[in-house]
């Protein structure tokens, strides 16, 4: 599967941005989806996933109650709702993908994932 990440941008704190991650293929809806950050001079780390169900859904502490992940499988779309965005949001977000048989299994750890968009930019301004 390919995936296509897009909608990012510069925003001041306090302010929206949503992401979306298009992916080609007829078997989207068996892929469970994950979003990652990564700052400059940061490892990469985890955002949010979703099972491909899109019934259960697991945040970062650090994004958890500001963003929301979604799917709509009939676009082979994933969105990242971020809302109350802070400066410390501020990196490359990369969307991925795993097939998964169970649909309500989410991933957290970015090693499970076997595709990867390309990432979008996100900067929000103090």
């Known amino acids: 599967v390919q995936l296509q990440a897009s909608g990012g941008g510069l925003v001041q704190a306090g302010g929206s941005l949503r992401l979306s991650c298009a992916a080609s293929?007829?078997?989207?809806?068996?892929?469970?989806m994950g979003w990652f950050r990564q700052a400059p001079g940061k490892e990469r780390e985890f955002v949010a996933a979703?099972?491909?169900?899109?019934?259960?859904?697991y945040y970062a502490d650090s994004v958890k109650g500001r963003f929301t992940i979604s799917r709509d499988n009939a676009k082979n779309t994933v969105y990242l709702q971020m809302n109350s965005l802070k400066p410390e949001d501020t990196a490359v977000y990369y969307c991925?993908?795993?097939?998964?048989?169970?649909?309500?299994?989410?991933?957290?750890?970015?090693?499970?994932?076997?595709?990867w968009g390309q990432g979008t930019q996100v900067t929000v301004s103090s």
């Open positions: 979703i099972s491909w169900s899109g019934g259960s859904t």
């Open positions: 293929g007829r078997t989207f809806s068996r892929y469970a």
């Open positions: 991925a993908a795993v097939l998964k048989e169970g649909p309500t299994i989410v991933v957290v750890t970015s090693y499970r994932y076997d595709y």
